[in-house]
């Protein structure tokens, strides 16, 4: 007899790691934060005279789809990784608050309607945040990169 929907279901939870499972949320619930502001943009669009949504809602939305997606590729980083899960979560976890940062700020700026562009007058406060950002980033998904490798060649 073949295993029903729930049995598989509650072998995948059996053998997923808290590391992935956790990883995993978060890029649902980046990809939920992105199907919301499609309804803001889509909002924007239908009652603006050019029928265009201000330029940081649809950089928003557009960052929160991409930033959803690229958090599964995230998860399965952490799933192959050698590293103990402690260490794949933090990086995943640093990758991700970047990835929500930056979303947020989208948000923010679209809803005061301040720019079309952030970096137009740059202040030190967001050259310090872009290079937390640099080092957030690269450095978190390196560390996962890295225990992929030590996990499939080492």
């Known amino acids: ?3 029903t929907v729930v049995q598989l279901l509650e072998s995948c939870r059996d053998t997923l790691r808290y590391d992935v499972r956790i990883t995993l949320l978060a890029a649902g619930l980046i990809f939920l934060l992105a199907l919301v502001l499609g309804v803001w943009k889509y909002r924007q669009m239908l009652v603006s005279q050019d ?3 201000h330029p940081y809602v649809d950089i928003a939305h557009r960052a ?3 930033y959803s997606f690229a958090t599964l590729l995230i998860a399965a980083f952490v799933q192959f990784s050698a590293w103990p899960a402690w260490v794949n979560l933090t990086a995943a976890m640093i990758v991700v608050f970047f990835f929500v940062a930056a979303i947020l700020g989208y948000i923010s700026h679209g809803l005061r309607r301040d720019t079309v ?4 007058h740059p202040d030190r406060a967001l050259k310090a945040a872009m290079a937390a950002l640099v080092v957030g980033e690269i450095g978190g998904f390196g560390v996962l990169l890295a225990g992929f490798v030590a996990g499939q060649w080492f």
């Not at 562009?117 to 137009?120: P, V, Y």
Request: charged share 15%.
């Open 51 to 53: 029928h265009r949504a």
């Open 1 to 3: 007899m073949s295993p």
């Open 64 to 66: 929160a789809l991409l």
């Open 117 to 120: 562009n952030q970096f137009e």
